[in-house]
């Protein structure tokens, strides 16, 4: 995989680059004034009146999400063969709302809402902002009305190519406490994620 590089001279354009960046799960080094780069293996973020010097590989920071979880994806989307750009989201229902999202086969982020509306403006958000090659949704069928709510919802604003799955979540709420930071629901849509479900299209509307 190609190595994210932080190559800019404006001392503000810098600051607000890796202070993104560290807001990522992402890896990076910063380039010092005049060190080469690797067209082949460097993947630069700089500002944008910089990028013509380091030619078409080198990525704007004006020009990436302020949300670090869809920047992360769309920096990643450049590290990552068009085969592999694999968008995986876990949805775990109830009066709040967890998600897991995993691109590329690495976990990309979660969140947790508190409402129907508000996870799937956000979801419906971040798949049009992170290019992908496929995306499976996977919702949890504890609570049957938001998991349809749900499913209704983002079959009709996500492309038609979306798999979207009813799960059952069933144990999925056990286990381990996980990363620090990450809460009880979005541990749990995680698990959802990677279970087999029922498609919606065939499941009772």
Not at 5 to 11: N, P
């Amino acid at each position: 995989m190609m190595i994210i590089k932080v190559a800019t001279d404006d001392g503000n354009a810098y600051y607000d680059i890796v202070s993104r960046l560290k807001r990522t799960h992402l890896r990076f080094t910063s380039l010092s004034s005049g060190q080469a780069v690797d067209s082949d293996n460097d993947l630069v973020i700089t500002s944008r009146m910089e990028i013509s010097a380091f030619g078409g590989g080198a990525v704007a920071i004006e020009d990436l999400s302020d949300d670090p979880l869809i920047m992360e994806g769309q920096i990643l989307s450049r590290l990552l063969d068009e085969s592999r750009r694999n968008l995986l989201i876990g949805i775990d229902p109830g009066s709040k709302i967890g998600m897991a999202m995993f691109y590329g086969g690495r976990e990309l982020g979660a969140m947790t809402t508190n409402s129907v509306e508000k996870s799937v403006e956000s979801l419906v958000s971040l798949v049009k902002q992170v290019p992908h090659s496929s995306l499976s949704v996977k919702i949890g069928a504890g609570e049957p009305k938001a998991s349809l709510r749900l499913a209704r919802s983002l079959r009709e604003r996500l492309q038609p190519s979306a798999s979207v799955e009813i799960v059952d979540e069933s144990g999925t709420s056990a286990g381990k406490r996980g990363a620090v930071g990450v809460t009880r629901d979005q541990r749990a849509a995680a698990r959802i994620a990677f279970r087999k479900g029922t498609q919606f299209s065939d499941a009772a509307r």
